[in-house]
């Protein structure tokens, strides 16, 4: 078990974790562009994101196959040498074939995995409860709960996150369900870190909790400062004010955020030229 390494990263967290979900860049012919990957992985870890998540929603995980979602491990192992934790988000709405992704992500060097809540077969909350727990039983790694109602059809209730939060292995939620009331109830309650998982909502989240965005790609060092600004004397005034500057641009607008397809997020990094043009 990696108990000390699990520690580390604990700690780590509650100092305001910032952990950048992916993209994965695809070429012309609906290949994985393995080049792409590898740069915009740089990229973001040489901007001071402390972990990548891939095969996530934004990496549009359900579209990758297995082999292409491990390798994707594998790459930001080699492309991180250390600088930064590589979190899997590649599970599937299928218990044990779950579980055979995870070890695999384990095997190859994956430090984290974010598990969603079992999609399209809308289970009641006891079955969500079962799913986590035996996939969180079938690894060493940490593990991060990921509540996307919008997406899998079906929220982890608050009396669930509470039991799921005594298993030994899950220590994280991501949330993209905003329910804040519930976030200040569940930290009252558990030892769980809170990632914020819808990007409009990252100034109320920054004040409980950490951030998990895709919007870090599009915002880089404006969100380091967004971030370090929260421990300021005056971090409330200051940490509106940059949110009003990012999510008032055109970059941001409600618009887009509203889009949740990522297509047009591609589009908008390569328009301001942080993916480079599919080849």
């Not at 901007?47 to 990758?64: F, H, K, N, Y």
């Not at 404006?222 to 990012?246: I, N, P, S, Y």
């Not at 641009?249 to 990094?269: G, H, K, V």
Request: aromatic letters at 6%; hydrophobic letters at 40%; proline letters at 4%.
């Amino acid at each position: 078990m990696h108990w000390f390494w699990k520690s580390a990263w604990v700690r780590l967290a509650r100092e305001q974790t910032v952990l950048v979900a992916l993209v994965t860049p695809m070429a012309a012919d609906g290949e994985v562009d393995w080049p792409a990957v590898e740069k915009h992985m740089d990229d973001v870890i040489t901007a001071g994101a402390d972990g990548i998540v891939v095969t996530g929603t934004t990496g549009e995980t359900s579209t990758l196959t297995d082999a292409e979602k491990i390798r994707l491990v594998e790459v930001g192992k080699d492309v991180a040498a250390g600088r930064a934790k590589i979190i899997t988000g590649g599970g599937s709405n299928e218990t044990a074939h779950a579980i055979e992704l995870y070890k695999a992500s384990e095997k190859v060097g994956a430090d984290g995995i974010m598990i969603v809540t079992p999609y399209y077969n809308k289970p009641t909350q006891a079955g969500i409860l079962t799913h986590f727990r035996l996939v969180a039983d079938a690894t060493d790694l940490p593990v991060i709960l990921y509540d996307i109602p919008g997406r899998t059809g079906v929220p982890i209730k608050y009396e669930t996150i509470l039991r799921l939060a005594k298993h030994p292995n899950i220590l994280a939620i991501k949330d993209a369900k905003g329910d804040f009331s519930e976030v200040s109830r569940v930290l009252n309650q558990t030892d769980l870190m809170y990632f914020s998982g819808d990007d409009a909502n990252v100034l109320p989240h920054l004040s409980q909790h950490g951030l998990e965005e895709r919007v870090l790609l599009l915002l880089g060092q404006d969100v380091d400062t967004l971030h370090e600004r929260k421990t300021g004397v005056d971090h409330h005034r200051e940490l509106a004010c940059e949110h009003g500057k990012l999510f008032g641009s055109d970059l941001l607008s409600s618009a887009q955020l509203r889009d949740r397809n990522d297509a047009s997020f591609f589009r908008r990094l390569r328009h301001y030229d942080l993916l480079a043009p599919q080849q």
